[in-house]
């Protein structure tokens, strides 16, 4: 299997269990001190890796930017992660997840001038916001002040569809790794005071050992391997091939909350979740299908 597989493979795994780690981190140690410490062990393990292996970490106007752009996904889409977790479940954490794309597409004719989206597109993203709909009105039969949760997720989302738009108007090519690490740098003081303003608090006593084990997990692989990963696989493959993960990462999410959480996955959250689905994979592929259909036609007549 070659390097480009691996890190396919290893951004769906990791993006598939990082809801479900965010609620295990949340149960006994206070969202704000998880994400912190998460962040805190990335950090230092992105920091031996970049001193022992000799990465250049450049720290010029231009990389500056770029780590800021990238620090905006982070903390936003992580902190606003963590909030939502007493709220909702894993399953439905990464489903709305998978609508930064056509967030991001949106931003992208703000911030970057791209194209109006087609007539396939929008009728694709009226076909999510409707799952996502059904999705909303389920869980809050579900879960009692569920309406935060799906607030504070849709935020995390925001942000981290806005920092991806960002980034793509930074041209910078460096290693992985020191944008991983840039990034954490930048943001790792925010997390802290975030802490300090929300919650302050250093009690360990009520930590538990699954919290503490997701927290070293999500710190290890879910920040530090996972955002290396990402930017690899970013470089290697074409935007349509990575955009795949949005699509599996959800199923994959929802079934590992249900089995190892047992999370409640109702005939509703069933419907919702193929309407986003299936909303997602016209967005990315709808308008392809739809033109070659077209050519086909005219090369017959």
């Not at 290697?236 to 994959?252: D, E, G, Q």
Request: with cysteine.
């Amino acid at each position: 299997m070659s390097s480009t597989a691996i890190a396919y493979l290893a951004v769906i795994l990791i993006w598939s269990t990082t809801p479900l780690g965010i609620v295990w981190s949340s149960e006994s140690i206070p969202p704000t001190m998880a994400v912190l410490l998460r962040m805190l062990i990335a950090i230092t393990l992105g920091m031996l890796i970049i001193k022992s292996r000799r990465i250049i970490l450049p720290w010029h106007k231009q990389a500056l930017k770029l780590y800021s752009f990238s620090a905006l996904g982070i903390f936003g889409g992580m902190l606003f992660s963590y909030m939502s977790a007493k709220y909702i479940s894993s399953g439905v954490m990464s489903l709305i997840f998978g609508l930064s794309p056509v967030i991001s597409a949106l931003l992208a004719q703000k911030i970057a001038n791209e194209a109006k989206l087609s007539k396939v597109r929008l009728f694709s993203m009226f076909i999510s916001l409707a799952g996502l709909a059904v999705v909303c009105a389920n869980s809050f039969t579900l879960k009692e002040n569920s309406i935060y949760g799906l607030a504070f997720i849709l935020i995390a989302v925001f942000f981290f569809s806005l920092s991806g738009v960002l980034v793509k108007t930074v041209h910078l090519a460096i290693h992985p790794m020191a944008t991983t690490v840039g990034s954490l740098t930048v943001s790792v003081p925010l997390f802290f005071i975030s802490w300090l303003v929300l919650d302050g608090s250093l009690d360990t006593s009520q930590w538990q050992l699954r919290s503490i084990a997701a927290t070293v997990y999500l710190g290890i692989f879910g920040s530090l391997i996972g955002f290396y990963a990402y930017f690899y696989v970013l470089q290697k493959l074409t935007a349509s091939t990575v955009t795949l993960v949005t699509l599996i990462t959800p199923v994959m999410a929802l079934s590992l909350g249900a089995v190892l959480n047992n999370e409640i996955i109702s005939f509703n959250l069933i419907i919702g979740a193929f309407l986003v689905l299936f909303g997602l994979t016209l967005y990315h592929f709808g308008e392809k299908l739809f033109l070659r259909k077209k050519a086909l036609k005219q090369t017959e007549n």
